[in-house]
């Protein structure tokens, strides 16, 4: 009879907007190179929004939990540990919708799922073996949020900071904020936080040993 595969390690990381959790999801990734593991963005599942107008896109919340696609995220990351391949969506920010492409996705021993409002729905929740929240200052969360906008998405700074205001803030203070409370480690300054990153990466190397993966990787498996 052939043994059944472990079920892989799912890391959720949450936090606001320029918080910081994806540099956080980054450092973990590094800290366990050469384990099987892959990164998994939230933002890949925003709504599809092909059949609206440019201007019904612009005028979308992409901060409220609406503005996501859950019922497909859930249903890849399930496929995804059960060692399923999954064709990942691509989202095209200029567009403001999704590329007509997708990424192909094999499973690995480590899922780290990061995004702002992953912790909001509870289907989702239940999938996470740990839960990350990032904490970080809201003055330096829209610093960082002006400048990958404008850097990586072509948006012009008046347009950052008014949907900052009018969507951002607010709906992290509603939505996002309140997921705190889920959160089995709640990590302050975001990616300089060095020690909670080993704490948290040594966590799971020890749950890797156990599982026993860890033979796995010494024949050679490798994540991406």
């Excluded at 990164?39 to 059949?51: C, M, T, V």
């Excluded at 996705?105 to 839960?131: A, H, S, T």
């Excluded at 008014?162 to 300054?189: C, G, S």
């Excluded at 948290?200 to 890797?208: C, G, N, Y």
């Amino acid at each position: 009879m052939t043994e059944q595969k472990k079920r892989p390690i799912v890391i959720g990381v949450t936090g606001g907007s320029g918080s910081g959790k994806t540099t956080v999801s980054q450092a973990i990734y590094n800290q366990l190179q050469g384990h099987s593991l892959l990164i998994l963005q939230q933002d890949s599942y925003y709504n599809d929004q092909a059949e609206m107008t440019m201007a019904e896109r612009q005028a979308v919340n992409y901060d409220h939990p609406l503005a996501f696609d859950y019922d497909l995220l859930i249903e890849q990351l399930t496929d995804l540990i059960n060692y399923k391949a999954i064709d990942k969506p691509v989202y095209d920010y200029k567009a403001s919708t999704r590329s007509q492409e997708t990424e192909r996705q094999e499973p690995r021993d480590v899922i780290i799922l990061e995004g702002i409002l992953i912790l909001d729905d509870p289907r989702l929740r239940d999938l996470m073996d740990i839960k990350v929240y990032v904490d970080t200052d809201d003055d330096i969360r829209i610093i960082r949020r002006i400048v990958r906008d404008i850097n990586e998405r072509g948006r012009t700074l008046d347009s950052v900071i008014e949907q900052y205001l009018a969507t951002a803030k607010p709906m992290y203070h509603q939505f996002v904020e309140p997921t705190k409370r889920y959160a089995d480690l709640i990590v302050p300054e975001g990616g300089e936080n060095s020690v909670a990153i080993d704490l948290l990466s040594t966590k799971v190397r020890d749950i890797l040993a156990k599982d026993g993966k860890d033979d796995l990787f010494k024949q050679g498996h490798q994540g991406n």
